[in-house]
């Protein structure tokens, strides 16, 4: 079973930039495709970014352009590299794990971490 660590979050001026990483432990982590969700307070969980198993990238319109999302299959990791980041921005941000679709397992989520965008 797959276990997801999130870090990287905190405070940050307007126009500022923060990495955020998902270190996974417990599975095959190349096979599932890796995304990066957020949830700002009093609205619904969003999808920010996706990146598949084969290193396709997709990004929300709101973030297109100012986000990279990144993998590193040998270190486990997903990782979102967010710049000129805006209040909007400010959210607790979760990274998911969404496995093959035939294996029929739900997807596995990481425990969240803080990103604030001060004004």
């Known amino acids: 079973q797959l276990q997801l660590v999130e870090s990287g979050g905190g405070l940050v001026q307007t126009g500022g930039s923060l990495i955020l990483s998902c270190t996974a432990s417990g599975g095959p982590f190349s096979v599932y495709a890796m995304s990066w969700y957020r949830q700002a307070p009093g609205k619904q969980r969003e999808l920010v970014a996706t990146?598949?198993?084969?290193?396709?990238?997709t990004y929300a319109d709101s973030v297109k352009d100012r986000f990279t999302i990144s993998r590193d299959n040998e270190k486990k990791g997903a990782y979102l590299r967010m710049n000129s980041l805006i209040p909007e921005d400010t959210a607790v941000y979760y990274c998911n794990a969404r496995p093959p679709a035939h294996w029929g397992e739900d997807d596995y989520w990481g425990q969240g971490t803080q990103v604030t965008v001060s004004s």
């Open positions: 990146i598949s198993s084969g290193g396709v990238r």
